[in-house]
């Protein structure tokens, strides 16, 4: 899991070195080795080869050459009250940007789909069978403290994310231990073979320093690992926190003497002095700070700003630059989800129902001033998406659970209803009707009632942000029209976060990001294990013997084809059994920024815009673009 992508990614099997390399393992010390073991191996892929030889000096995409200094202003939305990034999601509100103090085993290769490369780790091996792997960490890796990166660290911080962390704690099930097997050695051995995942899902745990959390503070206080904090606590990572005030800002300051600065996956990256986030309540206030020249950066999520919020001198003057930069890395399924563990969503047909009451078409043509595209799958925007009627690989596999799938999987490619003008409106609701009728439900008094109970029909739209009401509101009408009864609530991100722990919802607008090898967390996403555990992401509360089916064909699939195939029949059985009601995409991030600053070119496929990492302050360009 590599958090610092922002979604969830799958992890890749290791290809193998074949020349000795400086700062690895070298092929005398692998001589060494008993003949029974397996090679120590540079970096990662899931399946085929590693772009980078043994002894690559830096990724292609970067600039080595890049300036270190300046200042990146930042927005950061909502507030913080922690820096245990141990609890994130349990306790308190994290404080963004809190990664970039830690390093990891692995980092990833930007332009490549699935491989990465050592970090804290010099070396690695597994055997054939992927039933354990083994890291080797370097020699030079070393805490902001001087101390060294060891594996009892490693250890510990496994431990406490199994422990503390339940998103986490499923990810690493199938890790039954960690243990030293040496000086600088750390030894995971998985509960069975053939998980070819694993050994790189270990790899992108966040290191945390064991010594300092089994330490006091200033006051003399016990550390505690499973408690928030807003000690600034020590990290090995790039950067370590300068300055803070609590729910307003935070600035990291780049460590001058950084253990890693130079190692091959770090050159060219982490230019900046500072980096600053400033933190807003609201999404309107925090524009109007951008446009005041109080950030640099923003990221822009409204179709609505995008087409008319960004018609103000700098950007008429070129101060500021807006610039969108393509997706390629992350497919994703945005929608409204249902909480089906209420029996008033447990029949698809009704679920289905919803789909038909929302028109899509005209709602991108009102509020998003038509820039979006419907989803149609859960790995949108990849080859991963289904399409068509299934054939080859993916039908024999849906062939194996067909009695557990719906029958217009192997009948019928998934399509979503299509609005946009009256008729096809009256047709949709006509639709969404006859499905209520057949699920046991129908109007009387203008009120959608059981059947059975005479109960009404009411439905809750749960949000943590203002901005999103306009969308259930405009969808409530269509709703209003078949006589559900609905109401819209907005609470603030502690509530929320609370709510969606104890399964206290009915729908709320949820994204699922995919990356381009999907694995281990679709079990977190979609398997019946995780619908029963809080914090856990399946909040749908999805138990569904031919989608664990599917989950496992993917974790297990041997080859490149095999995965797509696999994930194409997962992507189908969820589609048809209408868990959501899709909502759109994009498939660029949206950018503005003050003129302020250098990247690479081009930048990597799979990075999108990669700001901060990448990019570098340009003193040229910030003396034109005037002071800040």
Known sequence: MNRRTLVTTALYAFGASRLPLPGFASAARAAEEPASEPAWRHGASLFGDLKYPPGFKQFDYVNAQAPKGGVARQIAIGTYDNFNIAVAGVKGALATGIDFIYDTLLASALDEVSSEYGLLAEAVRYPDDFSSVTYRLRTEAKWHDGKPVTPEDVIFSFETFKTYSPQLAAYYRHVVKAEKAGDRDIVFTFDSPGNRELPQIVGQILVLPKHWWEGTDASGKKRDIGATTLEPPLGSGAYRIKEFSPGRNIVYQRVSDHWGEKINVNVGRDNFDELRYEYFRDMTVALEAFKAD?????????????????????????????????????????????NIRRAKFQDPRVRQAFNFAFDFEEMNKQIFFGQYKRIASYFQGTELA??????????????????????????????????????????????????????????????????????????????????????????????????????????????????????????????????????????????????????????????????????????????????????????????????????????????????????????????????????????????????R
């Open 386 to 627: 289904c399409s068509g009627l299934p054939v080859g690989r993916e039908l024999e596999l849906l062939e194996t659970v067909r009695d557990k799938v719906p029958p217009e999987a192997f009948t019928t490619a998934y399509t979503n209803p299509v609005g946009g003008n009256p008729q096809a409106v009256r047709g949709n609701l006509r639709e969404a009707v006859r499905l209520f009728r057949e699920a046991g439900y129908e109007v009387r008094n203008e009120r959608l009632v059981n059947t059975k109970t005479g109960e009404p029909y009411t439905v809750e739209f749960l949000a943590d942000d203002p901005s999103f009401e306009r969308v259930f509101l405009f969808y409530k009408p269509s709703l209003d029209r078949l006589g559900v009864t609905v109401s819209v609530r907005t609470v603030d991100d502690a509530q929320y976060e609370n709510r969606l722990r104890g399964w206290d919802f009915d729908i709320i607008t949820q994204a699922w990001g995919e990356s381009l090898s999907p694995g281990n967390e679709q079990r977190g996403y979609w398997g019946s294990q995780a619908a029963d555990q809080p914090g856990s992401l399946n909040l749908i509360g999805i138990k569904n013997p031919a989608i664990d089916a599917m989950i496992d064909r993917v974790i297990f699939a041997k080859s490149r084809d095999d995965l797509v195939a696999a994930t194409h029949a997962l992507d189908r059985v969820l589609l048809w059994n209408h868990y959501v009601v899709p909502q759109w995409s994009y498939g660029k991030v949206r950018s503005a920024r003050w003129d302020r600053f250098g990247h690479p070119e081009p930048l990597p496929k799979y990075g999108a815009a990669s700001f901060p990492i990448l990019w570098w302050w340009d003193a040229g360009k910030a003396a034109q673009t005037g002071s």
């Open 294 to 338: 109080t950030v640099d950066w923003r990221t822009e999520n409204s179709a609505k700003n995008w087409a008319t919020a960004y018609d103000f001198p700098a950007v008429n003057e070129k101060r500021v630059i807006r610039e969108e930069f393509p997706i390629n890395n992350v497919g994703v399924m945005q929608a409204f989800a249902f």
